[in-house]
């Protein structure tokens, strides 16, 4: 047995990571300073957007975008089951209504013609906003989604915090990256360690949209403008003098420290080479599983592969036999509808025959960039002497 664990995913830290944040350790700033408005200068340009907004995490970024967008006691959302809870419940820190739709058994995202039927069921304008996941890596066709959206006059979330660096083939052959505002309204990523840029904490919210750029920078500290030219209160009233700022909303301190955006710009020099090693580790296990019956792997174009989820009958006996060779595999994800917050909305067992099936079978299995050659090799072998028993 190997006698090193070897989790479904972790961050890697290198001596340079290290000395960028001792520097900023070193200097005036902990928070608030320039290294904020480099990390969103470097991430948009990686991704392609206009403008990027760093956040405290990826859940602070979901709430933002859904109080920019006016999500409020009337809305109504469209979403997958198939994510973490976190896509949700930023309808639900705004008072909206959370509406699943099943996914597509084939990519395991958000099936466009189940949310059409949605939409179809109901008045136009009874729905405000979609909000796809990138799940596992692979970017929504969001060139669809937007075209249905505009039918139905809904706004787009894209939750990309699985996707950074994917991509999908748009209807001109382009690709198209995730997050790159061309589609979505806004788009969220994560910096949590298991994600593919780590920050300890962190979240960015990316978008093209210049007034919903400047509405996320007010609501992310307080609410609050120090800006004369923007200020609403008049000279003659309480706005003079070097001191005066003006809060015009209710927002929060959902800020990233300047310690943790000098990690991400450190760790966002590396995403191109370790996008490139997810995508090896992928094909050595497509290669590997190629010829089993029992396990169905998922490979798509344009995959950030933050997952390498398996489907496979016998998961609960392959979860427990890898956890006793020191491999450590999750599920992702228990289905949002099936937790007890949802279901006392009325949502149950049986509405999303898809995203349960999935849920019956899939495995997240080790995915990393800094997995070694040696490792997957254990994991294949671990696998594949389970499914030959
Ligand atoms: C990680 C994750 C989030 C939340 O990000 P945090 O930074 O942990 O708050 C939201 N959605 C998805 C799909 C995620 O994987």
Not at 1 to 13: C, D, E, L, V, W
Not at 140 to 164: Q, S
Not at 280 to 304: H, L, M, V
Request: proline fraction near 4%.
């Amino acid at each position: 047995m190997n006698s090193k664990a070897i989790p479904y995913g972790r961050q890697t830290i290198t001596e340079g990571d290290i000395e960028a944040v001792v520097s900023i350790l070193r200097s005036d700033f902990l928070t608030q300073g320039p290294s904020i408005a480099a990390f969103e200068e470097k991430f948009a340009n990686y991704i392609g957007s206009k403008y990027a907004v760093a956040l405290a995490n990826g859940t602070a970024a979901l709430h933002l975008c859904a109080m920019a967008l006016n999500v409020n006691e009337k809305s109504r959302v469209i979403t997958t089951s198939i994510t973490f809870a976190a896509s949700a419940n930023c309808v639900r820190y705004c008072g909206g209504e959370v509406f699943f739709a099943d996914i597509d058994p084939e990519t395991f995202l958000l099936d466009i013609n189940k949310v059409r039927a949605l939409l179809e069921k109901h008045p136009k304008g009874y729905f405000q906003g979609i909000l796809p996941v990138d799940f596992a890596g692979n970017t929504v066709n969001l060139e669809a989604f937007r075209k249905l959206a505009d039918e139905f006059g809904c706004w787009i979330i894209e939750d990309a915090c699985h996707a950074p660096g994917g991509y999908f083939i748009d209807s001109n052959n382009k690709k198209q990256k995730c997050g790159n505002g061309n589609f979505a309204d806004l788009a969220i990523f994560s910096f949590h360690p298991v994600k593919h840029i780590a920050t300890g904490e962190g979240g960015m919210i990316t978008t093209n949209n210049k007034a919903l750029y400047e509405k996320l920078l007010l609501l992310r500290t307080h609410g609050i403008t120090k800006d004369p030219g923007k200020y609403k209160n008049s000279t003659d009233e309480v706005a003079q003098g070097g001191w005066y700022y003006e809060m015009q909303e209710l927002g929060y301190n959902y800020r990233l420290t300047d310690i943790q955006a000098a990690l991400g710009i450190s760790q966002l020099e590396r995403a191109d080479e370790n996008l490139e090693r997810r995508r090896t580790i992928a094909r050595k296990y497509d290669a590997a599983f190629k010829n089993s019956d029992i396990i169905k792997p998922i490979s798509f174009e344009g995959n950030a592969y933050h997952l390498y989820v398996i489907q496979i009958k016998s998961r609960l006996a392959l979860y427990d036999h890898l956890r006793a060779n020191n491999i450590f595999p999750q599920v992702h994800y228990v289905p949002a509808h099936l937790m007890p917050y949802y279901k006392q909305f009325g949502h149950k067992k049986g509405d999303l025959p898809n995203a349960e099936a999935y849920y019956e079978k899939c495995l997240s299995i080790p995915m990393y960039h800094s997995l070694t050659d040696e490792d997957q090799e254990y994991v294949i072998s671990t696998i594949l002497n389970f499914i030959k028993k």
